[in-house]
């Protein structure tokens, strides 16, 4: 170490500088380009990741049922293909205006697909402006959040949590 701190390599260890009066030159590319890297996005956490919203089914009772793949509705509704592992909503309706096993609820990332099941009152959707659209039976038919879905004369209502 010499006297302003700096550490001083032993002789003969550095090289001596014989041209001070070099120029730099940039080389002619001969190879193929580099490849360029990038580096893959962070990964998002819980929160941010957008999570497909969950549909309930509201009851005139005010009891919200959710929507869990396929919900078969009706005064006494059973399973049967394709919704051998659906869901099954029973409702109290005195006006007996809903089948047995009525329509099916599908919910899907953009809305709830309804499915009349051949039902003797049908089945019609009603938009926010009170327009009611009856649904062909058998058609899988998209609802949007705030629907009321009309059973016969029973009314549900679609919404999101």
Same mark, same amino acid.
């Given at each position: 170490m010499d006297s302003s701190g700096f550490i001083t390599p032993p002789p003969g260890l550095v090289p001596p500088r014989h041209d001070t009066d070099t120029r730099t030159e940039r080389m002619p590319r001969t190879g193929p380009a580099l490849p360029v890297f990038n580096p893959p996005p962070?990964?998002?956490q819980e929160?941010?990741?957008?999570?497909?919203? *969950?549909? $309930?089914?509201?009851?005139?009772?005010g009891a919200r049922v959710p929507i869990d793949g396929a919900?078969?509705?009706?005064?006494n509704p059973v399973r049967f293909e394709p919704w051998t592992?659906?869901?099954?909503?029973?409702?109290d309706d005195p006006a007996r205006s809903v089948s047995k096993t009525h329509a099916v609820l599908e919910a899907s990332a953009d809305g709830v697909r309804i499915t009349d099941l051949h039902s003797t009152n049908?089945?019609?959707v009603m938009d926010a402006a009170g327009a009611a *659209?009856? $649904?062909?039976?058998?058609?899988?038919?998209?609802?949007?959040?705030g629907a009321t879905v009309r059973l016969g004369s029973y009314r549900l209502q679609l919404v999101t949590a």
């Open positions: 962070a990964p998002q929160s941010q990741a957008k999570q497909p919203p *969950t549909w $309930l089914v509201v009851l005139p009772t919900l078969l509705v009706g005064r592992s659906a869901g099954l909503l029973p409702v049908g089945v019609s *659209t009856p $649904l062909a039976p058998g058609v899988a038919t998209a609802a949007t959040a």
